[in-house]
């Protein structure tokens, strides 16, 4: 899944249409409009016609359409099918604000505001160092591990993966080169350690999406879904990357003398006392939330007080001025405002498409011939749609994912454990591939790496034996 470069969120945005499929799309846009009003019309509710604005959203988002405009285009599709009276209208709209999908939205933008704060303050740069001067002169496996072990704490506490990337590259870069890592070495070892971050994230929007719609904690999300994906990284590391690095080798794909410049492992600029004691104070406030809504199983609004308390901890311990602090909350927050919008519109989708009751309908028609339908096989279908899924923000495809295809799983007995495994996947799967993607590329580029056959190989090197081990977990739960 693609990744924002501008501010390293996991988006998977696609790119904005040229002029010339602009042409062609804003017409069909149109035609499916009007074919909504038609069907507003001429049927009323409950109908499996309510379904239309999803196909829609589907179908628009997969032109390659930018994001927002085809979930506008998709909310005014369910507004002309279910044609409710003005007031009603207003009150579905009023909903939404509060939704839980909203506020999701609000999440992602308090996170990357958190972020900023994390850069400005230096605590993302003194985690890295930390991390990288533990394990010098330890050897090259233990120096890959450490290179691995930073990226996945940077992404976990940050949630973002091309934005924490960027910051580790810098000082990543230079210990690879000096310790003799090829750069499709030092990019796959960045590739796989920032992806098991992102999955290990707990206040990533697409992993509370996940733990809101499978209805689950962290821990419960952590032991069946994430947990096996970065245990599984870790260990095919040990192999993948020797293998990368021999490779890449006999290539000659080795940095050049004086390319990069940077500390080692153990030398350059250390944090200064204020960043060392903002570091201590953001990890103990990160581990201190976590361990709360672990224990209390706390719901999706929990981190609309965490991440702020772990931002203002950390300024605070920092020495930021207010001044400072707030101007770095706006920039980080001011980023992901987009990504709001979207979820408010995509919450009021939801809305007007519950007037119609469409899952009503499909069961009540179906619902004898899915009775005798086995879980597993639908659970399979549902994370394989990763591959050929709606191609716009992580978060918003787990949402339609459950929305979709919830009430059929339901029915069928998929529980909230199993759920976990076929949203992650669902969400996740296409960043290892089979096909290559931003995320590999960004990772190429902050490595100065250009063999991408190499880091193709390292995501399908996860990607197989992932599915089996999913696979498997779910044969097991269901």
């Not at 719901?299 to 207010?322: D, I, R």
């Not at 009503?360 to 028609?365: F, I, N, R, S, Y």
Request: proline share 7%.
């Amino acid at each position: 899944m693609p990744v924002s470069a501008a501010n390293g969120t996991h988006t998977d945005a696609p790119p904005r249409p040229k002029p010339r499929r602009r042409v062609v799309l804003l017409p069909a846009a149109a035609v499916a409009l009007a074919a909504s009003l038609v069907v507003g019309l001429l049927t009323h509710g409950p109908t499996a016609w309510g379904l239309l604005p999803i196909a829609l959203y589907a179908v628009l988002a997969l032109t390659g359409m930018d994001l927002l405009l085809v979930t506008a285009l998709a909310l005014a599709g369910s507004v002309l099918v279910a044609l409710p009276p003005p007031a009603e209208t207003g009150d579905v709209l009023a909903a939404s604000v509060i939704d839980p999908v909203t506020v999701i939205g609000v999440i992602i933008v308090f996170g990357a505001a958190t972020g900023e704060v994390l850069r400005v303050t230096g605590v993302a740069d003194a985690l890295v160092r930390g991390i990288m001067r533990i394990v010098d002169g330890h050897g090259t496996t233990v120096l890959m591990y450490g290179m691995l072990l930073a990226c996945l704490v940077l992404v976990a506490a940050l949630g973002t993966l091309a934005g924490a990337l960027a910051i580790a590259a810098p000082l990543l870069v230079p210990i690879a080169a000096n310790a003799g890592f090829t750069r499709s070495a030092t990019a796959a070892t960045m590739f796989l350690g920032g992806c098991a971050g992102l999955a290990l994230a707990p206040f990533a929007g697409s992993n509370i999406a996940i733990m809101n719609t499978a209805d689950v904690g962290y821990l419960t999300y952590v032991t069946v879904g994430a947990g096996p994906l970065v245990l599984l990284s870790l260990v095919l590391a040990a192999v993948v990357v020797p293998w990368v690095q021999r490779s890449s080798a006999a290539r000659e794909d080795f940095y050049h003398p004086g390319e990069v410049t940077g500390p080692s492992a153990s030398t350059g600029a250390g944090p200064t006392a204020r960043t060392r004691r903002a570091t201590w104070a953001f990890a103990l406030a990160l581990a201190v939330t976590v361990v709360h809504a672990t224990a209390t199983k706390a719901g999706t609004t929990f981190p609309l007080v965490a991440l702020p308390l772990m931002a203002l901890v950390t300024a605070t311990a920092a020495g930021l001025s207010p001044r400072r602090a707030g101007r770095a909350l706006l920039t980080g927050a001011r980023r992901m405002l987009p990504m709001l919008v979207l979820f408010w519109m995509l919450a009021a989708l939801f809305g007007f498409i519950d007037l119609l009751k469409p899952y009503d309908v499909v069961l009540d028609t179906f619902g004898s011939q899915l009775s005798h339908m086995a879980a597993l096989p639908l659970a399979l279908a549902v994370a394989a749609l990763g591959w050929v899924g709606v191609p716009g923000a992580t978060a918003a495809q787990v949402i339609l994912i459950g929305e979709v295809f919830g009430p059929l799983g339901t029915e069928l007995g998929i529980g909230p454990a199993a759920w976990v495994i076929v949203l992650l996947w669902a969400s996740k799967a296409d960043t290892y591939g089979p096909l290559p993607n931003a995320n590999m590329v960004g990772a190429m580029g902050l490595a100065r790496a250009d063999r991408l056959p190499y880091l193709l190989g390292t995501g399908w090197a996860l990607l197989v034996p992932a599915c089996a081990l999913y696979t498997a977990l779910l044969a097991l739960i269901l």
